[in-house]
């Protein structure tokens, strides 16, 4: 079973910032946030994980709480080709290897 | 780089026939894991190789689907007397190894029809 929330879909407006919420109300010590979407007919796409700590990368930044119940992914800026489903997955880093995926969020980044 | 492969992109068959699905990983990769996705849901984990043998077969539906990765590269995911409910996209990763944060790159799946 899918330990996160996300919203189903919402909406962005090209060149502007997408901040994704993800509730994970349930997480542990020693569970990660991982982070990846899935593009229409691709395989899913790693974006970025994080324990506790805000993280950046390339693509995009991971902001979690100090209660660490919940985080929000930054794209800093969308482009049409962010279109695609999102999803949060909280996973523990030793011993767990699977990724439990739930429905993720549907951005659809407008023009 | 290379990335994992799959093959093929799409395949149709009948109710009843057998189907092999092939993954090529990533070169050096020794994890490697086999999800499945269903129309307008998420990736379900189906089993996960470390090497040559299957640590963990737990999401195999049942005993018509069976996996081998008999040289510890690449995999072929089997469906022995197809079902219209095995219609999905079936999808590989592999990893460097399977321990900590190691991160699970996804091939672009194949597009299993059952008719």
């Known amino acids: 079973d899918a330990k996160t929330t996300q919203p189903p879909s919402m909406d962005c407006a090209e060149g502007r910032a997408a901040n994704l919420p993800c509730n994970h109300s349930?997480?542990?010590?020693?569970?990660?946030v991982y982070w990846y979407r899935q593009i229409h007919s691709q395989g899913p796409q790693y974006i970025i994980h994080?324990?506790?700590n805000n993280e950046t990368n390339e693509m995009a930044s991971l902001i979690i709480t100090e209660d660490r119940k919940s985080s929000t992914l930054i794209l800093p800026h969308a482009t049409l080709r962010d279109t695609a489903v999102y999803y949060c997955i909280v996973r523990v880093a030793l011993g767990d290897y699977k990724l439990s995926f739930g429905a993720g969020t549907t951005v659809t980044v407008r023009a | 780089g290379a990335g994992v492969s799959q093959t093929p992109s799409n395949k149709v068959t009948e109710k009843g026939k057998y189907v092999e699905l092939r993954c090529d990983p990533i070169s050096g990769h020794t994890a490697l894991y086999w999800y499945r996705q269903s129309l307008g849901q998420g990736p379900e984990f189906l089993i996960y190789?470390?090497?040559?043998?299957?640590?963990?077969d737990s999401g195999l539906p049942n005993d018509r689907f069976f996996a081998v990765r008999p040289e510890g590269s690449v995999s072929t995911l089997k469906i022995q007397r197809t079902e219209r409910g095995d219609s999905a996209v079936y999808l590989c990763a592999s990893s460097l190894t399977s321990a900590g944060e190691e991160t699970q790159y996804f091939g672009p799946g194949t597009r299993l029809l059952v008719l």
């Open positions: 994080g324990l506790k």
């Open positions: 190789f470390q090497g040559t043998g299957a640590a963990d």
């Open positions: 349930t997480i542990s010590g020693n569970e990660y």
